[in-house]
C-alpha cells in the first residue's frame, strides 16, 4: 500500500478531495491517505500556510495529491504552490488537455499533454527595485539554464516515446529573447536529434497561440518555458471546457505532486456544486505515475460513461442537474459494480 501525502486545501477542496479519495477507495487502488494542512485554512489555525509538519510528510512520502489552495497575503510566499515546486525541485509541469465526451466545446479531438517547465524563467520571480524606495523603476530576471532545459525537454521527448505520441512543439519567443529561450530553443534541438522517430518543431509563442485556437488537432506534445506555459497550458485547457476538467501533474527526479490548478472558489463552497473532475484526473496521473495503469483507465472509463450516459448526475458547470456527491456516487457505483 503506497502512503500519499493528502492536502485538501481550501474552499472547495475538502468536498473535490473527499469525491476523489471516495472514487479512487471504490476502484480499488492500494493507497492510504496522510492528510496535512496548508494555504489559507492553515495559516489561520497555525500562522504558517504551509506548515513545517506538511514539509516533512511530503520529505518522507514523496507524493502528493493536492487540492487549490488560496494563499494568504502578505503571509511570506508569493504563492505556496510555488514555494511546494521549487523546494521539492518539481521541474516538469504536465497539463493534459483532451477533448471529453459530452462537455461542451467547439472543438474536437483535441489530444495535448503541455510540459512547463517549473522552476526558472520569468515565473521565478526574481524581481527588483532599481531605484529603491522611489519605486518607479522595476525589474524582472528571467533565469534559465542548461541543466533545467535539458531535464523538461528530455522529459518531453520521454514521454512522447513512451506514449507513442508523433511530435514534439517547442515554443520560444528566441526572435527577441535571442540568450535565455534561444538558449532553450538550441538545447530542444539538440535533444530532438536523439530521437529521430519523433517529429520536432518549434514555434514562436504569438504563433502559437493563434495556431492553439485555430487548429488545436495539429498539435501533439508541447513543451516550453515556465510563464509561456502557465499561459498556454490554461489556453489548452479552455479548449476542452476549462479548468475544471484538466488535471496536473509536477514531477521532479525523486518527489511529485498532482493538483488541481482551478481556484478554490470560496463562494461555492459547501453547496454541493463544486466539480471534481480536474483532481480526479490529476489523480489518475498519479496512479500511472504509480504505476496503477488498469486502475487509472478503469476510473477514466467510469467518467466518460457518467458523462455519456448520465449526465443528470454530473454538476451544473459540466450541463448537468446533479451536485459533487451525485457525480462522484454515480462514478463509484459502475466501479464497484
Known amino acids: 500500500m503506497k502512503n500519499i501525502v493528502l492536502i485538501p486545501g481550501d474552499g472547495i477542496g475538502k468536498e473535490i478531495t473527499k469525491a476523489v479519495t471516495d472514487i479512487l477507495d471504490a476502484s480499488g487502488a492500494n493507497l492510504h491517505w496522510i492528510e496535512c494542512k496548508a494555504g489559507e485554512s492553515a495559516y489561520k489555525e497555525t500562522g504558517n500556510p504551509l506548515p513545517e509538519e506538511t514539509i516533512e510528510a511530503i520529505k518522507k512520502?514523496?507524493?502528493?495529491?493536492?487540492?487549490?489552495?488560496?494563499?494568504?497575503?502578505g503571509a511570506g510566499f508569493r504563492s505556496i504552490n510555488v514555494a511546494l515546486r521549487?523546494?521539492?525541485?518539481?521541474?516538469?509541469?504536465?497539463r493534459p488537455a483532451k477533448s471529453l465526451p459530452n462537455i461542451e466545446s467547439p472543438?474536437?479531438?483535441?489530444?495535448?499533454?503541455?510540459?512547463?517547465?517549473?522552476t526558472q524563467g520569468l515565473y521565478f520571480g526574481k524581481e527588483h527595485w532599481v531605484d529603491g524606495d522611489t519605486k518607479n523603476h522595476a525589474e524582472s530576471i528571467a533565469v534559465v539554464t542548461r541543466d533545467a532545459s535539458e531535464k523538461i525537454i528530455t522529459a518531453a521527448f520521454e514521454y512522447a516515446k513512451k506514449n507513442k505520441r508523433k511530435k514534439v512543439t517547442l515554443v520560444h519567443k528566441a526572435n527577441i529573447l535571442k540568450l535565455t529561450t534561444g538558449l532553450f530553443l538550441d538545447i530542444g534541438k539538440e535533444i530532438a536529434e536523439n530521437?529521430?522517430?519523433?517529429?520536432?518543431?518549434?514555434?514562436?509563442?504569438?504563433?502559437?497561440?493563434?495556431q492553439m485556437v485555430l487548429r488545436p488537432q495539429q498539435f501533439d506534445v508541447i513543451v516550453t518555458t515556465n510563464l509561456f506555459g502557465d499561459i498556454l497550458s490554461d489556453l489548452a485547457s479552455g479548449l476542452v471546457g476549462g479548468l475544471g476538467v484538466t488535471g496536473a501533474a509536477n514531477i521532479g527526479d525523486d518527489a511529485a505532486m498532482f493538483e488541481a490548478v482551478h481556484g478554490s472558489a470560496p463562494d461555492i463552497a459547501g453547496k454541493g456544486l463544486a466539480n471534481p473532475t480536474a483532481l480526479l484526473f490529476s489523480a489518475l496521473m498519479m496512479l500511472e505515475y504509480l504505476n496503477q495503469y488498469r486502475t487509472a483507465e478503469k476510473i477514466r472509463s467510469a467518467v466518460y460513461t457518467v458523462l455519456q450516459d448520465h449526465k443528470e448526475d454530473c454538476t451544473k458547470d459540466i450541463g448537468g442537474q446533479g451536485t459533487t456527491e451525485s457525480y462522484s456516487e454515480a462514478i463509484c457505483k459502475l466501479l464497484i459494480n
Do not use: C, W
Not at 521549487?86 to 504536465?94: A, H
Not at 472543438?107 to 517549473?118: C, G, K, S, T, W
Open 61 to 73: 512520502h514523496r507524493i502528493v495529491l493536492k487540492g487549490p489552495l488560496t494563499t494568504p497575503v
Open 195 to 210: 530521437y529521430p522517430e519523433i517529429e520536432f518543431q518549434d514555434l514562436i509563442v504569438d504563433n502559437m497561440a493563434m
Open 86 to 94: 521549487q523546494k521539492f525541485n518539481l521541474y516538469s509541469n504536465i
Open 107 to 118: 472543438f474536437r479531438a483535441v489530444d495535448i499533454v503541455l510540459f512547463r517547465e517549473n
